[in-house]
Structures are given as structure tokens and as C-alpha cells.
């Protein structure tokens, strides 16, 4: 008990840059998850036509089956599985708006189950034709500007500070 009035004051919590990278990888996939499909595009604002099997088209599936058999339906989402994606979503407004579109891109690689961001294979979808190491240290700073978002703004608690 550390309050005058006899009560528990809350405990501060930092997020990492591992942990909001984590969250936002499972943001993208509980987006994905998502029944409505409109709905989870505008969620993401990303490709979700590319990036999604179209089962009720007849895609093949890996039952062995080509349409034919029941219908794959989406996993069941909680109402908290929603609220943490919306919230992580949300951690997007303490980022420059030029470096979103940089974010979504790595976090979708990483949610199709890369280990790492092909930072090579991202330059031309971002209309360049040099400057890996660059993206990676501008992901890197946007990363950690939502890090020290979620510590109050205190550039001190940031990760990235030694």
C-alpha cells in the first residue's frame, strides 16, 4: 500500500518494442479472423483481398477437400479478442502518418509467419529501389515511438534509451 488513503497505487507498466510489435502481429491476425470481412479490411486499411484464401470460391483446403465439403468458418472472436485489436490499432495515431503504411507492411510479413521482415522485398511495394537498412531503423523509430507513447510520452522510460 503506497497511497495516503490506505489504497494500492497502481503499478506502471511500459510495453517493449517486442511486446508492441507481438500485439500488433495478433491485432492483424484477430483482424483477419474477422467475420466481416469489410469491416476487418477497413479495420486494417490494408490488402485484405490479397492476402486472404477465398473459401467460399472453392479455394482448396488443406482437409483435401476443393469446395465441395463443408465450409470453413472463421474462428470465434471475444469481444476482448476485438477491444485488443482496436486498441493496438489505435497505438497507430502516435506514429507518423508516413511511416503506417512502413508498419502495416512489416507487421503483415511477420503475421504470415516470417521470422523477420524481408526489408529487400519490401522496396519496390514501397516504390524504391534502395534504402533496406533505412526502412528497418525508420520501423525501428516508429516502433519505439509507440513504445514511449504508452509510457506517457517520457522519452526517458522509452525503450530505445540505454
Known sequence: ??????????????????????????????CWRYPDRERGWQTLRSAWPEISRDVWAGDYDARGGDGDSAPLRAAAMTRADVDEMEEAFGWLSAVDPGDRKLIARAIVQLARGKREVSWVEMLPRLGLDHGADGLRMRYARAINAICASQSGGNPSRSVSMG
Do not use: C, I
Request: aromatic share 6%; hydrophobic share 35%; net charge negative.
Open 1 to 30: 500500500m503506497d497511497g495516503r488513503d490506505g489504497k494500492d497505487l497502481p503499478v506502471e507498466r511500459y510495453l517493449s518494442f517486442d511486446e508492441v510489435q507481438d500485439r500488433l502481429v495478433e491485432a492483424v491476425l484477430t
